[in-house]
C-alpha cells in the first residue's frame, strides 16, 4: 500500500513507513498543490499524509472514496469537510495535544511583543533611528495583574492561561460554550458572556475552532466594546477575525494592538498596513514550528496512517463515529 506525503517530509518519516512494508510518495515542489493535482495523486494512493492547507471537500472525498485513512499533521481540521468524510467512510486524523504548549507559548510571545512593541523597535533600531535617551520615549504597557481573556480555552488556552497566572499573576476569564472545570479549579478561571470578555480583557486571546459560527466573529462591532488599551492575539485561524476591521481599530485607538499568528488572508501580503504599525506583531503561522514539536505532530500522523492502512481505528480520530456505521 501506498501514502501521498504533501510536503517534503525528514528521512525518518518516510523510513517510518517502510520499515512497516508501505511505499510512500512525496510532493517536493515549493507550492501547493492544485485540487487536480491532489485527486491526482491520492488516487494513486492508500492513505493521505495532509500537510499543509489542502482543502479536503466534498468533491475530492468523493473522487478519493477508496483512501482508507486521511491523516492532517495538524490539530485544526477546518479545511476539511467531516460530515461527507464520515458518510464516505473515511477516517480522518489529527494532531492535537503536541503542540498545545508550543502554540501557547507563541501567543505568549506576541503578546510580550506586542505590550512593549518589541518587533517594533527592533525594526527601528534598522531604520537608524536609535539615538539618545528619552524617558518617554518607546513606552509600552505592564502586563503584571492585567486580565487575559479568553476566546475558546481548550488545550491551548489552558496552557496560555497557566503562563501567564504564573509570569505576570494574571487573572483569567474566558468564553466557551460549555464550562472548563479544569481551569477554574486549577487556574481560578471564571466563565464570562463574551460582551463581558470583550468589555474586560485587556489581553483577549482566540483559540476557537474556526467554523459559521466563528468566521470573522472579531470585526468592527466586537473591537468596538474591547477597552482602548485591550491587546488582541489569534494564533488560531485568521478567518476569526475581520483584518481590515482589525487594523482600524488599532488606527483610531479603540484598541491598544494586535499580535497574530494567523492572518486574513493568509499568507499576508508583505505590504499588509498591520505589519508597520508599532503595536502589531505579525507571525508566518508558526504556532507549533519548534523541532521538537513539528517532530511529535508528524510521528503521530504516521501513526494515525499506519492504524488506517491496517484497518485499526486511529489514535486521534476526528470522526469517530465513522467507526459506528
Ligand atoms: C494546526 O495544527 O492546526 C496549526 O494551525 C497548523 O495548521
Known sequence: MKVFIT????PVIKQAFTDQGFQTAEWTERRNLTPEELIRYAKESDGLFSVGSNRIDRSFLQECRHLKVIALCSVGYDRVDVPAATELGIPIGNTPGVLSKTTADTAFLLMQNVARKALHMHKEILRGNWDFFDPMANLGVELTGKTLGIYGLGRIGFELAKSCRLAFDMPVIYHNRGRNEQAEKELGARRVSFDELL???????????????????????????????????????????????????????????????????????????????????????????????????????????????????????????????
Not at 7 to 10: A, C, F, I, K, S
Not at 282 to 292: C, D, R
Open 199 to 325: 468589555r474586560q480583557s485587556d489581553i483577549l486571546s482566540v483559540h476557537a475552532n474556526l467554523s459559521d459560527e466563528t468566521r470573522e466573529v472579531f470585526n468592527r462591532d466586537t473591537f468596538s466594546k474591547m477597552k482602548s488599551s485591550a491587546i488582541f492575539i489569534n494564533t488560531a485561524r485568521g478567518q476569526l477575525h475581520r483584518e481590515d476591521d482589525l487594523r482600524q481599530a488599532i488606527e483610531t485607538g479603540t484598541i491598544w494592538g494586535a499580535g497574530l499568528d494567523v492572518t486574513n488572508p493568509e499568507p499576508s501580503a508583505s505590504d499588509n498596513p498591520l505589519l508597520d504599525m508599532p503595536t502589531v506583531a505579525v507571525l508566518p503561522h508558526i504556532g507549533s514550528a519548534t523541532v521538537e514539536t513539528r517532530m511529535k505532530m508528524m510521528q503521530l500522523t504516521v501513526a494515525n496512517i499506519i492504524a488506517g492502512l491496517r484497518d485499526e481505528k486511529l489514535p486521534h480520530c476526528v470522526n469517530p463515529e465513522v467507526y459506528l456505521r
Open 7 to 10: 510536503r517534503q517530509v525528514p
